[in-house]
């Protein structure tokens, strides 16, 4: 199984996809400096020590079940962690561009004075609606 972050599908009004507007601030471009706040937020995540807690629990899960042969357990646990890791990341991933707390690179002053505020990643805030997360085999 794995976990997968992200865009939901969609376009802002001027046709662009939430996806493909979401890689350009990840990678950066010539005229926008990356912004991966995905990975900022999994690294958030991940490093958490609330986390560190969950995960131990759960190998200590996926252990137990092993031994005993409850391979269907093993599946179902590895989902739920999966998806409460998704769910985190995500939420984590709007707080960043809700908070602007400099972890992300600031905008130019150009796009600051378009816009009336610097807030990296938010403009309209329909980006931030249309992340999320997909948990698949």
């Not at 350009?24 to 926008?32: A, P, S």
């Not at 490093?47 to 005993?68: D, E, L, Q, T």
Request: net charge positive; no cysteine.
């Amino acid at each position: 199984m794995q976990v997968k972050f992200g865009a939901l599908p969609g376009v802002y009004k001027t046709g662009e996809k939430f996806s493909d507007v979401l890689a350009w601030n990840h990678y950066g471009t010539e005229t926008i400096p990356p912004r991966p706040v995905l990975r900022i937020a999994a690294e958030n995540i991940l490093s958490s020590p609330a986390m560190k807690k969950h995960m131990k629990a759960y190998f200590k899960n996926v252990m137990a079940y092993s031994k005993r042969g409850r391979t269907q357990d093993v599946k179902d646990i590895e989902a739920k962690m999966l998806t409460a890791l998704g769910q985190q990341v995500a939420a984590e991933a709007k707080r960043i561009i809700e908070r602007n707390s400099g972890e992300l690179q600031h905008n130019a002053p150009a796009t600051v004075a378009k816009k009336g505020f610097d807030k990296p990643l938010y403009e309209t805030g329909q980006l931030e609606k249309h992340l999320s997360y997909e948990v698949s085999e």
